[in-house]
């Protein structure tokens, strides 16, 4: 690979990665489906996302997880359980991404970039939605849902097709994240030690 191709393949993995955030099986069924179609050519040990039964699972866990955060209560708790994932998914769209580079270097990069980008963008969400709940007593929480959705399957499609473009956007949308986070950090009251003796 010459270092234009590790380009648009870090490019593509991050892209894929931050799609991850918003939804954790949609870039997955994304990639599985441009395997399957001969659209992106998988490395061994990923080879499996684009089998016939790897496919109907993604699929069927896409629609539930895309369908499930339109239910109050139900979306709170995924947000407690897809924070995780989505770092786990992160790291695997990534290291897929990254076929040809020293094994050690290609899960290094899909933890820290490709995890790491799933993560703080997950995050940002969950605190969003929880924003959302707190503010509108969850009226708010469909809408942010069905933003949500979109960015997922526009973020995956864009991804496959104009990788760079993606990953540019995926990183100003980290920066952003990170800096909401801090600036809500900064303004959390701080609580008096006058308590403890």
């Known amino acids: ?17 931050a799609c991850a955030g918003f939804r954790i099986f949609v870039p ?13 050519t998988p490395s061994a040990d ?6 016939w039964p ?16 339109y239910f109050p209560v139900v979306d709170n708790l995924l947000d407690t359980l897809t924070t995780p994932a ?19 270097l290609r899960w290094g990069l899909g933890v820290l970039v490709g ?5 703080v963008i997950q995050s940002g969400t969950a605190l969003l939605r929880a924003g959302s709940t707190a503010t509108t007593g969850g009226l708010g929480n469909p809408v942010l849902a069905t933003v949500e959705n979109l960015l997922a399957l526009v973020g995956a499609v864009l ?11 995926a990183i100003g949308l980290v920066v952003w ?10 303004r959390r009251p701080v609580p008096e030690a006058g308590g403890l003796r």
């Open 46 to 51: 990923f080879a499996w996302l684009g089998s």
């Open 159 to 169: 991804g496959l097709l104009a990788p760079l473009l993606m990953a540019g956007l």
């Open 86 to 104: 989505s770092f786990v998914a992160g790291t695997l769209l990534m290291t897929s991404a990254l076929p040809e580079l020293n094994p050690l």
């Open 54 to 69: 790897a496919l109907a699972v993604l699929a069927t866990a896409t629609l539930a997880e895309m369908l499930a955060y």
């Open 28 to 40: 997955l069924l994304a990639t599985g489906l441009a395997y399957r179609t001969g659209f992106m």
């Open 1 to 17: 690979m010459n270092p234009s191709d590790y380009l648009l393949a870090g490019a593509l993995g991050l892209a894929l990665a």
């Open 177 to 186: 994240v990170l800096s909401r986070l801090r600036r809500w950090r900064q």
């Open 115 to 119: 995890g790491g980008t799933a993560g």
